[in-house]
């Protein structure tokens, strides 16, 4: 068989109903409604749902905040030497803590253990008993 000894079949043509002739009075159609109209345009199901959701006012965006990496005082005191720095940087450096989606997070140092070295803390969040902690060690805190 070649390309041009192909033929396509005509197939079954779709009988078109309620124009006259031996159908009945509703045309197979049934009795009134939307349904049973010509040319009837069904509401799509997505439009229901959509009408139902609550109305939102303003425009939202980043409403979820970025939750603080923790890290305790007993970490910072076995990984780091006195009078080193303490950043995220540093953190990501020593394996401490690690990337989220690419990007280094925020630190939180909570009073997790105690610190006998005096160190010195950048751009980190420090709670209030660690940071007496980390004072009275001899270390300072900057932001």
Not at 13 to 40: D, E, I, L, P, W
Not at 50 to 62: A, D, S
């Amino acid at each position: 068989m070649q390309a041009h000894q192909i033929k396509s079949s005509p197939g079954k043509k779709k009988k078109r109903v309620g124009r006259g002739g031996k159908k009945g009075t509703y045309s197979g159609k049934g009795m009134k409604g939307q349904k049973s109209r010509a040319g009837r345009k069904l509401e799509p199901p997505i439009r229901g749902i959509i009408k139902r959701y609550h109305k939102l006012r303003g425009y939202n965006f980043n409403t979820i905040k970025e939750k603080a990496v923790v890290v305790g005082l007993k970490t910072l005191n076995s990984k780091f030497s006195p009078d080193e720095t303490v950043s995220p940087q540093t953190l990501v450096g020593k394996k401490i803590i690690g990337k989220i989606s690419g990007k280094i997070p925020k630190v939180k140092i909570l009073k997790n253990g105690s610190i006998e070295k005096p160190l010195v803390i950048i751009n980190c969040l420090v709670s209030a008993s660690a940071g007496k902690e980390i004072e009275k060690a001899g270390g300072k805190i900057k932001n």
